[in-house]
């Protein structure tokens, strides 16, 4: 008797030691789990702090209309580039208002590295060769590196081939060159809207009089407004804060159209000349008596150096 009763004992401390488990463990379980989701947020802000976003595509192009943007070619990539532009609308009917004429340059333009862009031209313009770099200083990022915008310097180098009138003076060889300087300030806002400035300096080895400086500096101001997924409002205009006589401020608008490999951009502009050294200090045309040039330029990439073969991009 007394054998069945202990064992009906220990039978009955083991059910309500069982139960008590039972009831006791997942309370305690729950009480200490984790909150996975907060932990994975935690982590994701963690890492974002840890990695750089370089923002890209802040312009379509490395040109805007007719100056240049803040974007340069990849690594390993050239540009084959066709900048057009036909004659002045107000020159009526008789030249089928400015078709008959034309305006062009040919380009090609390499990214040598992700920072560093060269390029070479022709142009009808004066009959002028040209030839500039593209370097990047900074790039707009967010991350573990937050640079509010990007710098670019660019300088270029024209050669005038065209002859030389008859003048009371010798004209030097060194004479047919120019050049320009330019810091590049730009940040993308959105995915819908961008903005640069670029303040530059043209420097003439040989000017008309001696009235006019051989420096001549002036600010340009540019932006790109996103209307559809492949088509972009552009427009720039260039402010000449020292003048050269008889010249006034270029000023430009146009859309940017992707279409696969290349972008082609339609746009109508004040300026002629299409190099640096002739549309910011010699553009004639006035917006307000049709003085303006409808135009476009066709952009071609084409692979050198084929990805596989590139190191990692870095910051």
């Known amino acids: 008797m007394e054998t069945y009763q202990h064992k009906t004992s220990a039978k009955l401390f083991w059910c309500i030691a069982l139960i008590s488990i039972v ?5 305690n379980a729950f009480a200490q789990t984790p909150d996975l989701f907060k932990m994975q947020d935690e982590q994701d802000k963690k890492d974002a702090k840890e990695k750089t976003d370089i923002t890209t595509s802040i312009f379509k192009s490395t040109r805007l209309i007719n100056g240049q943007t803040i974007e340069n070619t990849g690594r390993g990539i050239l540009d084959l580039r066709i900048s057009h532009r036909f004659g002045f609308v107000n020159t009526g009917s008789y030249n089928f208002f400015g078709l008959d004429q034309a305006t062009m340059r040919l ?4 990214g040598i590295t992700d920072r560093l862009e060269v390029g070479i031209g022709r142009s009808t313009f004066n009959k002028e060769f040209d030839g500039f770099f593209k370097y990047r200083i900074l790039r707009q990022s ?3 590196v937050n640079m509010p915008i990007s710098i670019s ?25 120019s050049f320009s300087g330019q810091l590049i300030l730009a940040r993308k806002f959105n995915d819908y809207f961008s903005l640069q400035l670029v ?14 400086k051989n420096d ?37 608008v146009g859309f940017d159209i992707e279409t696969g490999g290349h972008v082609f951009q339609l746009f109508f502009t004040n300026s002629t000349g299409i190099n640096e050294s002739s549309f910011i200090t ?3 045309g006035l917006w307000g008596n049709g003085g303006i040039r409808f135009g476009f330029n066709i952009s071609r990439v084409f692979s050198v150096v084929k990805p596989k073969n590139l190191a990692k991009t870095t910051y």
């Open 23 to 27: 009831y006791l463990f997942p309370h």
């Open 107 to 110: 380009g090609l333009d390499y």
């Open 142 to 144: 967010t991350g573990k």
């Open 153 to 177: 310097l660019a300088a270029t180098g024209v050669w005038r081939s065209l002859k030389d009138t008859v003048t009371t003076f010798p004209i030097n060889y060194s004479d047919h060159f």
């Open 199 to 212: 303040p530059t300096m043209v420097h003439y080895n040989i000017v008309p009089t001696k009235a006019v």
């Open 216 to 252: 001549l500096y002036s600010m340009g101001i540019g932006f790109r407004q996103r209307l559809s997924k492949r088509v972009n409002l552009t427009g720039e205009y260039y402010y000449q804060v020292t003048q050269l006589g008889g010249y006034t401020n270029s000023a430009s």
């Open 282 to 284: 010699q553009t004639q």
